[in-house]
């Protein structure tokens, strides 16, 4: 019973031992980096995050190269180099940022793989520290933000600064709400505007609605225009005749040139013309005449000389008038009987 007993037991515990791997085949697989990265030896080895060994040794390379300064000996179950292309990448990973470090195989996508001491490429992981270091001016520029931030709304709270003063003093509410109904009340008179161009009450909308009415009175004064413009690019009126006769055009030229002559002549002094605006003795002769009329107009007003009597004195134009009367008398007399007067002619003979 006992000896039954132990049989069973030594099946399970071989059993046990088997399924953990105990007796498996390894493989050793290798790596350089320039960093062990707080790696350490007998830490997991995982092919896309599934485990597939432990590391064996982390150690110095003796390379110069910066890249291979440590070497990394992997210790990979057997069955899995079948599952490594040769072209995949070992790096550093871990499961949050204070777990345990681990190599992790990022697998590639040959279709050769891997076989026992094959030599994987590294990928670069940057360290956690790294990170914080890159992130610092970062989480600087952050923190300055926010501090920003607190003042905005410190001042905000205050009742400072027109954002304060709109959440704290209902004055400015009230200004912005003034606001808001005066833009309200000039889109309702822009409305009212585009309702008016709507209808046919005013003249614009009549404009708008004329079913093309006006559009067709335009169209046929250009209309005339164009037929105006052809009969004149054609020869035909006087307007044509005048733009394409050359005969027309050699009379017009031919008068400018006498007349450009005449102002020649006349700016020479010659004739009666040019004379009269060159000539210095006709000018003070006209000069002099003007005087002796401004004399005589000046004795007329002072009231000497007959014309001035004429013009002035009432008694003498009532005697020329009364004159006048009988000399119009005589003479209706002398229409009416011319007999009478030529009887008395005779008899003085």
Not at 60 to 66: E, F, I
């Amino acid at each position: 019973m006992a000896i039954a007993a132990f049989i069973i037991l030594a099946f399970l515990i071989f059993f046990m031992v088997g399924n953990l791997g105990v007796f498996r085949e390894k493989a050793n697989v290798y790596t350089f980096m320039n960093d062990a990265q707080s790696v350490d030896e007998g830490s997991d080895v995982r092919l896309n995050g599934i485990l597939i060994g432990k590391i064996n040794k982390v150690e110095l390379s003796g390379s110069s190269d910066p890249t291979r300064v440590i070497r990394i000996v992997m210790e990979v179950d057997d069955q899995y180099l079948g599952s490594i292309p040769v072209d995949s990448q070992a790096g550093v990973g871990a499961a949050n940022i204070l777990g345990t470090k681990f190599i992790n195989i990022k697998k590639g996508q040959a279709r050769e793989t891997i076989k026992a001491g094959a030599e994987l490429p590294s990928s670069v992981t940057p360290e956690l520290q790294d990170i914080f270091e890159q992130s610092s001016s970062t989480l600087a520029a952050l923190q300055l933000t926010i501090k920003k931030i607190n003042d905005i709304v410190n001042t905000v709270e205050s009742g400072r600064g027109t954002i304060g003063e709109l959440l704290v003093d209902d004055t400015m509410a009230k200004k912005l709400l003034a606001i808001l109904d005066s833009a309200q009340a000039t889109i309702n008179e822009a409305n009212h505007v585009v309702a008016s161009l709507n209808s046919d009450q005013n003249s614009i909308g009549r404009i708008l609605h004329d079913n093309n009415e006006l559009y067709g009175q335009v169209h046929q004064g250009l209309t005339n225009i164009n037929e105006i413009i052809d009969k004149v690019n054609s020869g035909n009126g006087t307007i044509a005749r005048a733009l394409n006769d050359p005969a027309i055009y050699d009379q017009a030229r031919d008068s400018l040139m006498q007349l450009h002559d005449i102002l020649a002549g006349i700016q020479a002094g010659q004739g009666t013309l040019g004379k009269v605006i060159k000539s210095d003795e006709l000018h003070e002769q006209v000069k002099g005449t003007l005087a002796q009329v401004n004399t005589l107009l000046d004795k007329i007003n002072n009231g000497q000389g007959t014309i001035s009597q004429l013009l002035n004195n009432p008694s003498l134009y009532e005697s020329f008038d009364g004159t006048t009367r009988e000399m119009q008398g005589l003479l209706k007399d002398f229409r009416a009987n011319p007999k009478k007067f030529l009887h008395i002619k005779l008899g003085l003979f």
